[in-house]
């Protein structure tokens, strides 16, 4: 017999869906099937049962070989590590719950560390424009009731958010959208034709890295004021009726993505965003809402705000905490070589990172705390395996639109593997003892 | 005025916060008590003497004090944080946070300086000599007030976001800038002699911005207001004038809206 497992959470990306359904077997070992779930997020589920997983940490040799160690001993050569360093870095935090990340931050702050989650990446950027003039922002929830207006600027949801435009933003028949995607108007701003762009009312292929003027554009447009004939590869009039029809919702929400926080202008097209959207408030309600990626990036920011007062790249190194993205910010902490020791979890900046940056790894001692293999385990000198957060372990998770949603643990580990915060206690307890703080 | 000399000896292996080098913390010390003053390696503190040979001994007063810093000091920063009087004179390049937050005094920098040169700037000069880094004379992060006094002259290129929420003072670029000057400034003058890129004056109140070179692309939001003769740093010509950022929200005088002044020298 097996078992049918409703309301599980989806530990993949920042929409955190929670009507997903699984099989298990009787025993609660064996994850069998997956519904509800997009592709991505169900081959996440079922990753957690391939065979080949590695199940107890490892260290690199010098030969390239990996040996088998137990959790004692990468607990013990984590907090050496760390408890050793001048300036040491912990990454990642954006694929755990944030039990996981707390115990983190214990760390960080007896090893006076520097802290920073993926939104290094992604979203950092929107963190930036977020302290500079703020964010007027709703949940999903209110999208799906009210919004008559959705704009996806930067961002694929088709292809990265598989099931935001049915669960909330497009397709659903909420309170005041009874009519599903016949009473909304759908803009998508992106230089490429993607397949949500492809769905749009109104497609802006905007030139590339020329979103900033865009942004602008649409602001002077608003005011009525002069334009030049053509903006960033668009014509004025397009602007102006877009800019009216903008104007003339009852709700609108813009959507963005890593297009403009990444792209030419980075932090300022997030702040020009904010600002269109603070300007749409005196003609009708708009709000704003970055794509968060990872599924519990945003819970990362919030424990840190909460601990730190700072959401990411935060420098603890004097003992107080720092944020200045540009010094305490991860790439430039390693691309300047900043750092002398390595600590990652819950992300793969091997693969997402510079070149320039990854190659720092293999100067420093470091540390990589993941269940899967990625490009970051295997350059780092320990690779410490963990149970899957969301599929064999449950902790809270913050959605992109700040809503704390608890995930569910839905099948057992291998037996005798850690999960991250079990990990982390290990290192955090080890680290205590070295620096003799009770 | 007294001259004290620091030479870097023990190069660190990370990078060094040295927040005590400028005349306000030297002032009234000896050599031997200078080299007591703390520095920053990461988590570690210890004291510029480790690092630094320390010669001559400062004057009573930071007025009557002046630094010279030799040998490699490009893994250094915060030299002249908080300068309020006196000189400082790097003879190479250094890093981030050159001369910030100073409020009077001289600063001179004969090689580059990186990013968060000049941050807050109040008063005094801070001259490079070789290229600036991003965020010259800007705000601290998620702060509104950047550079509000004083004068930067940076005789290299200068990187992106410089001048970002300044308020006043003035800044001369003899090179070319990089993305984005100016943003959210509210007042100041910025001189760029050579070549701007794109997103000059983005979300502008005010404040004046002069390019003697070329722009690649102008922010929509400056409007075309005719041509004018004018004389700027002493050079003479005729300038394009724009005003904007016209999507940007702006103070009114006299019944008269105040914009930001942009002009391209034609």
């Known amino acids: 017999m097996t078992k049918t497992i409703t309301d599980v959470i989806c530990p993949f990306c920042g929409t955190l869906c929670d009507d997903v359904e699984v099989v298990v077997s009787d025993d609660g070992k064996q994850l069998l099937e997956v519904y509800n779930a997009c592709v991505i997020g169900t081959e996440k589920f079922l990753h957690s049962q391939s065979k080949d997983r590695v199940t107890r940490p490892r260290m690199h040799q010098p030969d390239g070989t990996w040996k088998e160690i137990s959790y004692d001993e990468a607990a013990e050569y984590s907090a050496q590590m760390l408890a050793k360093a001048k300036k040491p870095l912990m990454f990642g935090w954006s694929s755990t719950n944030c039990e996981a990340q707390s115990v983190g931050n214990e760390i960080a702050e007896i090893t006076r560390a520097c802290c920073d989650n993926t939104a290094a990446t992604c979203h950092g950027t929107s963190l930036i424009a977020i302290q500079d003039i703020g964010l007027p922002s709703c949940t999903l929830g209110e999208i799906k009731n009210r919004a008559d207006r959705v704009i996806f600027w930067g961002c694929n949801p088709a292809h990265a958010h598989p099931r935001h435009m049915s669960r909330y933003s497009i397709f659903p028949r909420g309170f005041f959208t009874s009519k599903g995607q016949m009473s909304r108007k759908m803009i998508v701003v992106d230089p490429r034709v993607t397949d949500t762009a492809k769905m749009a009312d109104v497609h802006l292929q905007v030139e590339q890295g020329m979103d900033y003027e865009l942004l602008d554009a649409l602001r002077v447009a608003f005011k009525g004021e002069w334009l030049p004939d053509v903006v960033a590869g668009i014509p004025k009039e397009k602007i102006r009726e877009v800019a009216d029809m903008m104007k003339s919702g009852r709700f609108g929400i813009i959507f963005f993505g890593m297009g403009v926080t990444q792209s030419l202008g980075k932090n300022h097209n997030i702040d020009a965003a904010i600002a269109v959207t603070k300007d749409l408030n005196e003609y009708t309600k708009f709000s704003i809402m970055p794509m968060r990626g990872h599924y519990n990036v945003t819970g990362s920011g919030e424990v840190f705000g909460w601990q730190f007062g700072f959401p990411y790249a935060v420098d603890l190194t004097r003992g107080f905490a720092r944020y200045n993205p540009g010094d305490t910010s991860t790439i430039d902490l390693l691309v300047r070589g900043e750092v002398d020791a390595m600590f990652t979890i819950g992300s793969d900046p091997g693969a997402h990172f510079p070149i320039s940056a990854v190659k720092q790894f293999a100067h420093i001692p470091s540390v990589c705390v993941d269940p899967h293999l990625t490009p970051t385990t295997g350059v780092s000198k320990l690779h410490v395996p963990v149970a899957f957060n969301g599929v064999e372990v449950g902790g809270n998770c913050y959605r992109m639109d700040n809503v704390p949603i608890d995930c569910r643990k839905v099948v057992e580990p291998p037996e005798g593997m850690l999960t991250d915060e079990q990990f982390l206690i290990k290192v955090r307890d080890r680290v205590r003892q070295l620096k003799g703080v009770a | ?266």
């Open chain 2, 1 to 266: 005025m007294e001259t004290v000399t620091i030479t870097m000896k023990n190069p660190p292996a990370l990078y060094l916060e040295a927040d005590n080098v400028s005349p306000d913390a030297f002032a009234g010390k000896t050599a031997a008590q200078i080299g007591d003053l703390h520095v920053y390696e990461g988590n570690v503190t210890s004291t510029l003497g480790k690092y630094f040979e320390i010669s001559g001994n400062a004057g009573a007063t930071a007025a009557d004090t002046k630094i010279v810093v030799k040998g490699d000091v490009k893994k250094v920063k915060y030299l002249g944080f908080k300068m309020s009087a006196g000189e400082l004179v790097v003879e190479g390049s250094t890093d981030q946070y050159a001369g910030g937050w100073m409020t009077g005094g001289k600063m001179l920098v004969k090689g580059n300086v990186e990013a968060f040169a000049g941050t807050a700037m109040k008063g005094g000069e801070l001259t490079i000599e070789g290229n600036a880094g991003n965020y010259l004379g800007a705000a601290y992060r998620g702060d509104w007030r950047g550079m509000t006094g004083g004068k930067i002259l940076v005789k290299g290129n200068a990187g992106s976001d410089i001048g970002m929420y300044m308020l006043g003072g003035e800044m001369i670029i003899n090179g070319n800038v990089d993305v984005h000057v100016c943003t959210h400034a509210e007042g100041g003058k910025v001189i760029i002699k050579g070549n701007a890129k794109t997103k000059i004056g983005g979300q502008m109140v005010d404040g004046t911005i002069f390019v003697f070179g070329t722009i690649d692309v102008m922010m929509p939001g400056f409007k075309p207001a005719g041509e004018v003769d004018m004389e700027v740093d002493g050079i003479k010509g005729k300038f394009a004038h724009y005003i904007g950022d016209t999507g940007e929200r702006h103070k009114k005088k006299k019944g008269q809206i105040i914009y930001g002044n942009l002009y391209k020298k034609i």
